[in-house]
């Protein structure tokens, strides 16, 4: 399985921005898609992630903010961010996995909040 992550950028105090993830490759067992960052000096964390009944889950900090989603024809997983603040700022990776921790994980795409 190969992710290609995509959408990151720079961007103002409440503004937005939508990541991508393509996937390629066998596919055909992976049960959940993920949306991980790390900040600077910081650990890397989840952020959101979706499972294969599309349901959905969100760290305490993007509640309400950011959402992801899913478009199984095209293979790619969304996370789009609203509201963004400077401690969004970080570098995010999308990640799948077809058992219980995350074992495919995507290059990073930088994403900058700030005035």
């Known amino acids: 399985v190969q992710l290609q992550a995509s959408g990151g950028g720079s961007v103002q105090p409440g503004g937005s921005l939508r990541l991508s993830c393509e996937a390629s490759g066998n596919i055909f067992r992976i049960n959940a898609w993920g949306w991980y960052r790390q900040a600077p000096g910081g650990q890397r964390e989840l952020v959101a992630d979706?499972?294969?009944?599309?349901?959905?889950d969100y760290a305490d900090s993007v509640k309400g903010r950011f959402t992801i989603s899913r478009d199984n024809a095209k293979n790619t997983v969304y996370l789009q961010m609203n509201s963004l603040k400077p401690e969004d700022t970080a570098v995010y990776y999308c990640?799948?996995?077809?058992?219980?921790?995350?074992?495919?994980w995507g290059q990073g795409t930088q994403v900058t909040v700030s005035s």
């Open positions: 979706i499972i294969g009944d599309g349901s959905t």
């Open positions: 990640a799948a996995q077809n058992g219980t921790v995350y074992n495919y």
